[in-house]
């Protein structure tokens, strides 16, 4: 599996991760009911994954699949993992925050994580608080890294400005070839700052996985030059080619689609290959 650099932190994670977001339905189960639905489906699916090279996992505390994760990645040597997880905008005051991470390493059973993200935004409190904690838990040993989710440039900037003793090292924003609005500003930024992008919904809820991609002129001429690839694994290459800052976490709660993904690397789509795309799924 392919690795590379995850932005400044000095750590090389696979170009491709696994994402642990499944429904809303499969949430409310969970965290009513503590049914996890396909639960043994997504373990062997995760478990494949780390198997055959993929170290980075993305969880959350609202996707109720922390525990989960933690099945996975038992007995496994913690220091080649990247598990980064989130909290919710509920939990964004300081202590709230400190509180919200302990829970979250009790569910992983780990006693740190890699990446701590703020889920989204909460314009309710001061980003200085939240970033205030954020720092106590790398200094503190809790996390590693920080990240955020689903912040415009400006609210990008202004967690950045926040930061007194550690830096930003990625944001999580929606990025596909059909949902292209980080290229307006937030890429480029991302680029010039060395900050990592966690693309999530890659394949766009599986319609670049199937006949979207398959109906364009693009996708026909991509596959009769390179033999066998699917719909999946183009998009998804074209996200790892479109920048060294992105990093695409389908994701992972089926063995086969996983397999599947594990071969979208290895390989790159040329120039040519990315302008045809390109026009294909314009901005």
């Not at 750590?11 to 049914?35: C, E, H, N, Q």
């Not at 889920?119 to 040993?141: F, S, W």
């Not at 991509?222 to 060294?244: F, Y």
Request: glycine share 6%; with cysteine; proline share 4%.
């Amino acid at each position: 599996m392919e690795c590379r650099e995850f932005g400044k932190t000095g750590f090389r994670v696979s170009l491709i991760g696994m994402g642990t977001y499944y429904d809303p339905f499969w949430i409310v189960l969970a965290y009513l009911f503590g049914i996890r639905l396909h639960a043994k489906q997504s373990t062997l699916a995760l478990k494949l994954g780390l198997a055959s090279g993929l170290n980075l996992i993305d969880t959350a505390e609202i996707y109720q699949t922390e525990p989960l994760v933690a099945e996975v990645i038992k007995g496994r040597k913690r220091d080649e993992l990247f598990i980064a997880s989130k909290v919710w905008l509920n939990h964004l005051h300081y202590d709230a925050v400190l509180r919200a991470c302990d829970r979250s390493l009790r569910r992983l059973g780990t006693s740190y994580l890699d990446l701590y993200q703020i889920h989204v935004p909460n314009k309710g409190v001061p980003i200085k608080e939240t970033m205030r904690a954020m720092e106590k838990l790398v200094e503190d040993g809790k996390i590693r890294h920080i990240g955020i989710s689903n912040f415009s440039l400006k609210q990008m900037l202004d967690a950045e400005n926040a930061l007194s003793r550690h830096e930003l090292v990625s944001t999580q924003m929606h990025y596909n070839l059909l949902h292209r609005g980080i290229e307006r500003d937030i890429l480029d930024h991302c680029e010039a700052e060395n900050i990592a992008i966690l693309a999530y919904f890659p394949l766009a809820h599986g319609k670049l996985a199937g006949n979207k991609m398959r109906s364009t002129l693009a996708y026909r001429e991509i596959s009769s030059k390179h033999p066998g690839r699917t719909p999946s694994q183009v998009a998804l290459n074209w996200l790892c080619t479109k920048s060294e800052a992105v990093f695409p976490i389908p994701r992972g709660s089926n063995p086969q689609h996983v397999e599947e993904n594990l071969s979208a690397v290895g390989w790159n789509l040329d120039q040519s290959d990315m302008e045809l795309l390109n026009r294909a799924f314009p901005t």
